[in-house]
């Protein structure tokens, strides 16, 4: 009896407990104690808004657990759980999006904030390469080309430049990792890029003045969420019979410690073409990159580094022993080494590390105002083997190590409908040529000193209407050390220019101390306007500066990356140009268009020409030199994307430039030809989220190009026999077709990605207009990749 009350009396007190209604109130601020009047609350099942004063209330709670999820747009939202045992009261304070300052402060993104045309890459896109480079994932973008040396060396060009005119930003740190060179590619791991952004343009202002094609934005892949997940993706790949493994882990937390890794390994060997193996073309790579960092309510900190170390095989053929390898090579159209499949690499080659060291601190002012301060360091070390001979064939015949210091302040104020922001940069180089080689560098030893400030103001007119200018002034010097051989100097007519900065004399050299200063001035102005049925207008004019870097200044000797003998010339003077661009976009319900001219006036435009030939104790190699025009560059990119039915999708892209040297009345080299390209794409979720995609790629032959040929003697019978040897005609068009498929599942508790694609379905014989090497030999040929993706 005593034990049935017992139970009868707690079954009462439960009955009580569950029909009693509480209350919670409280208020909802930003972080400095500003009212957010209108936030929205999810209490349990009930659904309510902070009044103008951010005061909230809500009744009729039952006793327990309940669930309360704030947010408020710009602030990053709270989700938490609390007990419920009687009325209770919540302040809730919300920090200001880290992400949304970001798009703000960093990027300049597409939308009513920017006034010029993005043009974006997920993170499923970036995937598709995790085995390949920076530079063949960006070719996703119209207007984006490849400056290409063998099948491996990839360089983004931007409507028509490249090199030092299109800085690669990672992770807001400017690389410094001799970029100079057309065959060195950036040393970056494309598994390490959350996002891509590519900015056509000078338009920011932040990073430099410099960018007179534009920017490539590499943003790592961050966790907000108090999380924990990580990523694996496994590739093969039958041409160059190799793959690749990324890994990565990720923990997030909105407000304290969160960390992100990342690890890459890459093994190939020889590529093949249709008809031959390309010899010496294999390449490793072994990559990590991590951050750690520490966030509150008033500031985060991180500290961030990352690893990039490869070795990359230089194709045998492209290493002429005299004039008549190269004469034979471009007439008979069949490469003068071929050997068979190896994963060794031997000389010719090269071998790069990199390592970058960034600390960064964000402190909030207050809900609209924010400054924030970094660091970095960089160490590049690159090395470059020629075919030497006895003792001397391990040792690089060009070792440079670039060490990099820089550190930046900057500053983002919203005031109303105004943005302004402001901001402060410093770097100090120094490039160290190691004289051990014991052949006279091509790069030589010298110190660099930057200082930069900029200014941006945005006014945001109306909801659809955005202005934007900014200005920017940079100081920048170079101080070097270099010997050139005195029948040099006075090829060059260096004797009557530069006579004061001889220092010294030996063993038929001048010792030299050249220095030089530089002063710029870069600006942009533009707007962006929305208008009815979803049409946007961008437009903007931006002027940019760019100093002749150190290989267009002191260049001088054979480059064993490409096999050519480069010369710079100390008279080069700064680079300007003046771009104009719009863009309109149209959206509808299925299909979205982007239209987007351009026009881009340069004066003192640097270009690196062929003009000769030269014979040295180690073979007879092409001779190239830098030279300076006036230059303008006119095109057009267009994409569309049309969702013709529920599982069918279309997208279309065209890029051309038309380059010209106005000084010279010739075209420009290097130009990329038309190119259109078409994607077909099937999905259907119900089996399995699959995906199957059909991609054609048409080149033209690009029939303005400048006529550099050049007449030498070559011998045959015994009998030297005078020809000309062809370097400028472009290859013939060419067309290829791509196919890409994938499936996703679950296995092991992991969101798994299974895809299949195929390069080069037809196993076209080709060769690309832009590859350094396509005097030597076909490019790649099929290629059956298989992608094994897991989410955990």
Sequence with gaps: MQQRLIILTCLLLCGFGALAQFSASGTVTGTTGIALGGAHLHIGSRQIAADATGHYTV?????????????????????TTVVVSGDIVLDFKLRVSVSALEEVAIQQPAGSRGTVREARIKTETIEKY??????????????????????????????GLYGSRVPVISNNVRLEDQQWGTEHAPNFDVNAAGKITVIKGASGLQYGGDAVGGLVLL?????KKDTLMGKTIVDFSSNGRGG??????????????????????????????????LSNTGNREANFSGDVNYTTSRYEASVFYSYYRAQIGILSASHTGNVNDLYRSINGKVPSVIDDFTYDIGNPKQKVAHHLLKTAFNYHLSDNADLSAQYAFQFNNRQEFDVRRGNYSNLAALDLDLETHSAQIDYKNLLGDWTLKTGASGAYQ????????????????????????????????????????????????????????????????????????????????????????YHNVSASLGFRKQFHHEWDWYAN?????????????????????????????????????FKISTSVGKRWQRLSIDFNPYLNIIQDYMFLQPVGFETTIRGAFPVWEYRQTNARLAGVDFQSKFQATKHWRHELSLAYVNGRDVSGSADLIDMPPLN?????????????????????????????????????????????????????????????????SEVKFKTLGAQTT????????LDTRYRDYLNRQRFYADETGRNFQIQLKFNY
């Excluded at 995790?130 to 290409?148: I, M």
């Excluded at 943003?219 to 966790?223: A, D, F, G, H």
């Excluded at 299974?754 to 379905?761: D, E, R």
């Design 219 to 223: 943003e790592p892949l961050s966790v």
């Design 430 to 517: 120094s490039n160290f040529a190691d004289p051990a080689t014991r052949v006279r560098p091509l790069i030589p030893t010298y110190k660099k000193y930057d200082a930069g400030v900029y200014g941006i103001a945005s006014w945001a007119v109306s909801p659809s209407l955005v202005l934007e200018s900014g200005v920017r002034y940079d100081f920048s010097k170079i101080d070097a050390v270099k010997f050139y051989q005195v029948s040099r100097w006075e090829e060059r007519g260096y004797d009557a220019d530069f006579a004061d900065i001889i220092y010294g004399e030996q063993s038929s050299q001048y010792l030299t101390k050249p220095s030089f200063t």
């Design 754 to 761: 299974l895809a299949f694609a195929v390069q080069n379905i």
């Design 59 to 79: 009744s009729g709670l039952a006793a327990g657990k309940v669930k309360f999820h704030v947010s408020y747009i710009g602030y990053q939202p709270i989700d």
């Design 244 to 277: 690749s493994i990324s890994s990565g882990l990720h923990k997030g937390n909105v407000e304290g410690w969160s960390w992100n890794a990342l690890g890459t390994f890459k093994y190939f060997g020889d590529r093949e073409a249709p008809d031959y193996v």
């Design 130 to 159: 995790s085995s390949q480079s920076l530079g063949d994932a960006l070719k996703e973008v119209a207007g984006v080309s490849s400056l290409k040396t063998g099948s491996t060396v990839v360089k983004p060009i931007i409507n």
């Design 676 to 740: 259109i390209g078409n994607k077909i794409q099937f999905a259907k979720e119900e089996w399995n989220r699959l995906l199957l995609e059909l991609k054609s790629e048409w080149v033209t032959h690009q029939s303005q190009y400048p006529r550099n040929n050049f007449e030498t003697n070559i011998v045959v019978d015994g009998v030297q026999v005078p020809v000309i040897v062809d370097i400028s005609t472009p290859p013939p068009a060419y067309h290829l077709l791509h196919f890409y």
């Design 541 to 577: 004019a931006s002027l940019a500066s760019r100093n002749p870097n150190p290989s267009e200044l002191f260049s001088d000797g054979l480059h064993h990356a490409t096999g050519v003998i480069e010369l710079g010339d100390l008279r080069l003077k700064q680079e300007r140009a």
